[in-house]
């Protein structure tokens, strides 16, 4: 079994900047790849940013060179610095851990409004 605990979500400008924290505890040894999808009110759920153990990353067209995904492995944690925030950004963001089957995070609300 793999936690994830996210953190680091709010309410930002257009513009603005944001960085999201997803810290793993339990059978982390087993983690393939981690990384981030978000889901907006009436939308499917989609995948943002993916970073593997070799720090392989891969992004979605729409937040390449505005969003930056990196991992501390000393601290099992990742992070997704995000820039130049958009309203269409806004969505709850879910950190995900991939072993074989895949672990969820709870969640955490990102809101780009003036």
């Known amino acids: 079994q793999v936690q994830l605990v996210e953190s680091g979500g709010g309410l930002v400008q257009p513009g603005g900047s944001l960085r999201l924290s997803c810290a793993a505890s339990g059978s982390i040894f087993s983690i393939t790849r981690m990384g981030w999808y978000r889901q907006a009110p009436g939308k499917q759920r989609e995948l943002v940013a993916t970073i593997t153990r070799d720090g392989s990353t891969n992004y979605a067209y729409s937040v390449k060179g505005r969003f930056t995904i990196s991992r501390d492995n000393a601290k099992n944690t990742v992070y997704l610095q995000m820039n130049s925030l958009k309203p269409e950004d806004t969505a709850v963001y879910y950190c995900?851990?991939?072993?074989?089957?895949?672990?969820w995070g709870q969640g955490t609300q990102v809101t780009v409004s003036s």
């Open positions: 995900i851990a991939n072993s074989g089957h895949d672990f």
